[in-house]
């Protein structure tokens, strides 16, 4: 099956400062990766729609400035989190849909961020 | 407006019982599909199910079904004999024709399975 995933893990910073998070489609080739931020026990909310060559595509309220996405490559989409604020903590999934039989999406492992 | 909605937040279900999670969806675009996954608790999400809006049977797989009544909007899904490991969130989401492949979740229920 496709394979997505993600690095790093989990990621620790301090307020300010700005990280980076990549997601890698392994076995697959992505022109489209989708960007999503859960916090604990709620839903996946989609913040942006990540398109290889050109500009993302933010959802509604999400600051394009603040996270800034990237799809240089085929199988590598890349959020930044710009300087960084305890608020922003959260858990951080990707996604790409594979050519599958229900063009499902295949979701990476996740990236929790923590903010101090 | 919501576009999925589960009503369940939380189930406890005992092992080997089958189980129902409520799904409903919202959609005026008449080809669209609808989606289950599992997220454990490592975060990781699982693609369980998939029915698509011109599909005349309900879907099938494995211990999994799904209850799907267009006309109500619902695509319920049912666990068969309730394994421990099947303690996660579920999540319902929808991909419309017109919504390039975005996929919309529901609130997710917690399933907690009981010995």
């Known amino acids: 099956g496709a394979v997505v995933s993600q690095h790093p893990s989990w990621v620790i910073c301090k307020s300010g400062t700005s990280v980076k998070i990549e997601c890698r489609s392994l076995d697959f080739q992505a022109t489209t990766m989708f960007w999503y931020r859960q916090f604990p026990k709620q839903s996946l909310m989609l913040m942006a729609t990540s398109n290889e060559g050109s500009k993302a595509t933010y959802e509604q309220g999400v600051e394009k400035d603040k996270f800034l996405i990237n799809h240089a490559s085929l199988t590598l989409s890349t959020l930044t989190v710009t300087s960084a604020h305890p608020e922003d903590s959260s858990f951080y999934i990707c996604?790409?849909?594979?050519?599958?039989?229900?063009?499902?999406?295949?979701f990476g492992p996740g990236t929790r961020l923590t903010v101090l | 407006a919501q576009k999925i909605t589960q009503t369940q937040p939380g189930m406890f279900v005992q092992e080997k019982e089958a189980v129902t999670l409520d799904c409903t969806y919202d959609?005026?675009?008449?080809?669209?599909?609808l989606f289950w996954y599992k997220q454990p608790s490592s975060g990781e999400m699982i693609f369980l199910i998939y029915q698509g809006s011109y599909d005349q049977q309900n879907a099938t797989e494995g211990r999994y079904s799904l209850n799907f009544q267009k006309a109500r909007k619902s695509a319920n899904l049912v666990i068969s004999a309730s394994q421990l490991g099947d303690s996660a969130m579920y999540f319902c989401?929808?991909?419309?024709?017109?919504?390039?492949?975005?996929?919309?979740f529901g609130a997710g229920t917690q399933v907690v399975v009981t010995p």
């Open positions: 959609t005026s675009d008449p080809s669209y599909g």
């Open positions: 989401a929808m991909r419309e024709r017109g919504g390039w492949g975005k996929l919309q």
């Open positions: 996604s790409a849909p594979g050519m599958s039989l229900y063009n499902e999406q295949f």
